[in-house]
């Protein structure tokens, strides 16, 4: 008797077992702080593998990575209705704050996420990504600008969708400027002034406050003012072909007198006057957000994105936030702003599920998420069927003055892929840190440059 059931015992045990293994377990998303170094967001199940259901189809689950921590919350809003809206396909976002980094780590261990933010010029010219030029169905919704934008130069193909367009260039407070009399500056010297003025009226008040712990944002800064010089000089699509093509006649990096050692010097001359913030290289975006948001600082350089930040910190700000082109600072400059295609998604060329990542991309491209989107990123959408409110009127004026008033720029996306962004972000930091002078700072930039190239 004492045998039998010992038998039966077991045999309920292992169907417990065996249901508790075959089914599937919901997860909530949740998000890290800001400022963690990577986070993994995981919803629909709690395994790589499960099944929807017992006797279902192996539920294939995708990677999306992304180094767009302002939309982290979004993505998981739509990545969960995602998620549920089917049972063969979970998506698991992973956020990584050196994202252009951690990417060349993960292409060069073979860990190479399904479906990604991230996109250099050296990638696809290795064949990274998965080639997007026969859906047109996509391409028939996007804004003709921006699918030239999403075009490659070197081969004409498009591997990557960019679902909305975004500006950058100085948000300012109005009513400081106001305040003080202050008009927004076209050259450096007024800006200089402008910062000068502000921080002897207003000695507890941060001029231009740079967030310079996060190395993108450095890196920005490169792209939108040396960079952007070079675009507005010489045109879009021959600063292309020169980067491209490394050709520093054009380029000129290294030299004591080029763009690249006079942005140097001119950081170094605003840090020397405390027309930055003291604490610029452990400062976080979240701190230049409380700070705009409080009054506490006057100036900020930043994209659209950034807006949904400072109106959740103050919703008072709406019709005080000031927006402006950076500053001519060369000697036959002009005033720029970034006007450029944003939130691009390329698919990799090595996923097995190519299939499911288009669905997925598809999902996330319908018009309702998108609204939902563009409305949370704060920033336009780039699809025609897409009508979104992504900002207050008043910002939205500022940002068309800006726009109709300076060269506009697009992003550098013709970086070498063994120099990326935030490469470049952390040597700004060691130039903020003393390490380099403005000359050896121009030296050196070339030099990481040229070494990219051959990787």
């Not at 020169?242 to 007198?257: E, R, V, W, Y």
């Not at 319908?366 to 409305?375: I, L, T, V």
Request: charged share 20%.
């Amino acid at each position: 008797m004492k045998r039998v059931m010992a038998i039966l015992l077991c045999m309920v045990l292992l169907t417990g077992l065996a249901s508790s293994c075959s089914g599937t377990k919901a997860v909530t998303v949740t998000t890290e702080a800001s400022g963690a170094t990577g986070t993994t967001v995981t919803a629909g199940t709690d395994s790589t593998t499960a099944k929807a259901t017992e006797g279902s189809t192996e539920r294939v689950t995708l990677t999306f990575f992304t180094g767009k921590v302002e939309t982290i919350d979004v993505m998981n809003e739509i990545i969960n209705g995602f998620n549920e809206s089917q049972d063969k396909i979970t998506v698991v976002q992973e956020y990584q704050k050196d994202a252009s980094n951690v990417i060349k780590i993960k292409f060069a261990s073979g860990d190479v996420p399904d479906i990604m933010t991230t996109y250099e010029q050296g990638y696809a010219d290795q064949g990274k990504y998965l080639d997007l030029s026969g859906e047109t169905a996509l391409w028939d919704r996007l804004i003709p600008s921006m699918k030239v934008n999403c075009t490659d130069i070197n081969s004409g193909k498009q591997y990557r969708v960019c679902t909305n367009m975004t500006m950058a260039g100085f948000f300012y407070n109005k009513t400081i400027f106001e305040e003080l009399g202050l008009k927004t500056a076209t050259t450096w010297t007024e800006f200089t002034a402008n910062l000068e003025a502000i921080k002897t009226a207003k000695p507890d008040v941060t001029p231009w406050f740079i967030f310079g712990s996060e190395a993108w944002h450095l890196g920005h800064l490169v792209e939108f003012i040396p960079h952007g010089y070079l675009k507005q000089k010489y045109g879009t699509l021959e600063i292309k072909k020169a980067m491209l093509a490394n050709d520093q006649s054009i380029l000129d990096f290294g030299s004591p007198t080029g763009s690249m050692a006079v942005f140097a010097q001119n950081l170094l001359d605003l840090k020397e006057k405390g027309l930055i913030n003291s604490d610029v290289l452990t400062a976080t975006s979240d701190n230049c957000v409380q700070d705009f948001a409080n009054g506490k600082a006057a100036m900020l350089s930043n994209g659209m994105w950034v807006l949904s930040s400072i109106l959740a910190a103050n919703p008072d700000m709406a019709d005080k936030i000031g927006f402006a082109p950076y500053p001519a600072y060369m000697p036959d400059a002009k005033p720029v702003v970034l006007v450029a295609e944003d939130s691009g998604y390329c698919i990799s060329s090595e996923t097995k599920y190519p299939q499911q990542c288009k669905d997925f991309l598809n999902y996330l491209f319908s018009a309702e998420n998108q609204k939902k989107y563009s409305e949370a990123s704060g920033a336009p959408s780039a699809f025609k069927d897409v009508t979104a409110q992504w900002a207050p009127e008043a910002i939205v004026t500022e940002v068309n003055n800006a726009v109709n008033t300076a060269v506009n720029i697009g992003f550098t996306n013709e970086k070498p892929a063994g120099f990326t962004g935030d490469d470049a972000g952390r040597m700004v930091q060691d130039l903020l840190s003393g390490k380099y002078t403005a000359i050896t700072f121009a030296e050196a930039y070339k030099k990481a440059w040229d070494a990219g190239m051959k990787s």
